[in-house]
């Protein structure tokens, strides 16, 4: 069983959560002391072990949470705040679960990225989780450079000592005015969004911020070759090797354009002698 915690409001605790805290036969947390900590706020007196269950000693730890459930035992996996797995421990064990064919449910709850996007004011009809980038700039920028072309809206985590660097790696990148959110405390009293061009929010970053941050970049616009463009390039495609339908369903998709259109534009360019 994995259990989703409040990322700041304890009110957002949902009563399934504590259900499921009095009935475990063992409880995986993060952070053993901030896991009884929020059991005592929620009025739970704890009957079942609790251990520690961090990036650290996830590996080393599956093997006693698959012995557990061997034993008939109930199992539950918290983290420190949100969904366990969502830039969070827990996939080594529910994999491992899954695979000797154990049941493996969720209690539902808050969670910083879908609460972000909600309030970042960009698009939530797709989008996708990026979670923490690499905390070298140049790791960082390749792996920004990478996000380009994404049309998605993109939801990312990061510290609060990184986040001007991170701002202002994602300009350079993605470009200066590309819409984002910066999201600090969510749910919490100091709760805050602040929305501008990349630039901006790197500019405001800069004088410091505090918090837990959570950073939705709105995605990049989509751009629409011409037909005649995107049939050369099928062209330019075929001439450096690749099979002529290949090349067209590949085209296509870049360019944004109806395949069947692109295939019967770029016979058509060939026949007319657009190559050699």
Known sequence: MLAATPIGDLEDASPALARELRRAGLIAAEDTRRLK??????GVSLSAPVVSYFDGNEASRVGALLDA????????????????????????VVTAALERGYRVTAVP???AALTALALSGLPSDRFCFEGF??????????????????????VFFEAPHRLAAFLTDAAAQLGADRPAAVCRELTKTYEEVRRGGLAELAAWASGGVLGEITVVIGGAPRVEASLDD?????????GEGVR?????ATVAVEAGVSRGVLYEA?????KAGATP
Do not use: I
Request: no cysteine; proline share 5%; glycine share 6%.
């Open 37 to 42: 900590a929020l059991a005592a706020r929620l």
């Open 69 to 92: 459930l061997a034993e008939g035992r109930r199992v539950l996996v918290v983290t420190d705040a949100g969904m366990p797995l969502v830039s969070d421990p827990g996939y080594r």
């Open 109 to 111: 709850g808050p969670s």
């Open 133 to 154: 980038l690499p905390r070298k700039s140049g790791e960082r920028s390749r792996r920004l450079a990478s996000l380009a072309r994404e049309e998605r809206t993109m």
């Open 230 to 238: 995107a049939a050369a390039e099928v062209l330019a495609r075929v």
């Open 244 to 248: 002529f339908k290949e090349a067209v």
């Open 266 to 270: 770029a016979l058509a360019a060939r």
